[in-house]
């Protein structure tokens, strides 16, 4: 058995970020590590670089993420982007979006231990909870997909005017123009590519931004929408 990876100091970009929070993100970073490690949701190599690649990089999401809104982390796995997200706005509703039950399960050990009352964790599948859960101002992602499979999965679950905001490394810029005509299909009405951290992370972090207009999810998805409100208000009636 080969010995894990040891845990290094959390850097001072690290307070800085997280505030009043840090001592709730070393404990998340120290689960990371340890249980995360052991359940198979973090590879034991990204044990040494779990601060700069995986905490701070996805904390700096919330330089592009408006006061007051609620969000859906998709493909949520380990709570990245959604736990540092957390940690740093309290002024948000987060809905923690994982399909695999070892992965809920942590995330909602995660949640209960960081006393994080503002996040909430579904297990389910983007496409299946459609209808089920709110439509929410902000979908974030990190590493679950291709772009335009992860705009299918995740821009249906917006409200109109809503956007989409996926954390990408290198392939952004491409990514984007291979999924314009899918995003145009799903209601994208503009995208840009945004560098957020500055001062924080090196490089810094890539966001690929997608909003959407009045029809999340284009016209087939409209029609599923409205099926499951009717559907919903049946159930509520009974």
Request: aromatic share 4%.
């Amino acid at each position: 058995m080969t010995e894990a990876a040891e845990l290094p100091p959390a850097p001072e970009q690290a307070r800085e970020v997280f505030g009043d929070r840090f001592a709730d993100a070393v404990r998340y970073a120290e689960l990371l590590a340890e249980a995360g490690v052991q359940r198979g949701l973090i590879g034991p190599r990204e044990v040494p670089r779990l601060w700069e690649r995986h905490l701070l990089n996805c904390a700096v999401l919330s330089e592009v993420v408006p006061e007051g809104v609620t969000v859906c982390d998709v493909g949520s796995g380990a709570g990245l982007p959604g736990i540092p997200l957390a940690l740093v706005r309290d002024d948000i509703k987060i809905t923690l979006l994982e399909p695999l039950l070892r992965r809920t399960n942590f995330l909602t050990e995660v949640v209960e231990l960081l006393g994080l009352d503002h996040v909430t964790v579904v297990r389910g599948r983007a496409e299946e909870v459609m209808g089920k859960l709110p439509a929410v101002h902000v979908v974030t992602a990190r590493a679950v997909a291709p772009l335009d499979r992860l705009a299918a999965w995740g821009i249906p679950l917006l409200r109109p005017y809503g956007e989409m905001l996926a954390l990408k490394g290198d392939t952004a810029e491409e990514e984007l123009k291979s999924a314009a005509t899918a995003l145009s299909k799903l209601g994208a009405v503009e995208t840009s590519i945004l560098h957020v951290g500055e001062g924080i992370v090196d490089p810094l972090s890539t966001v690929v931004r997608v909003e959407v207009g009045e029809s999340p999810g284009g016209v087939r998805f409209a029609a599923k929408r409205a099926k499951a409100a009717r559907t919903g208000r049946t159930r509520r009636r009974r």
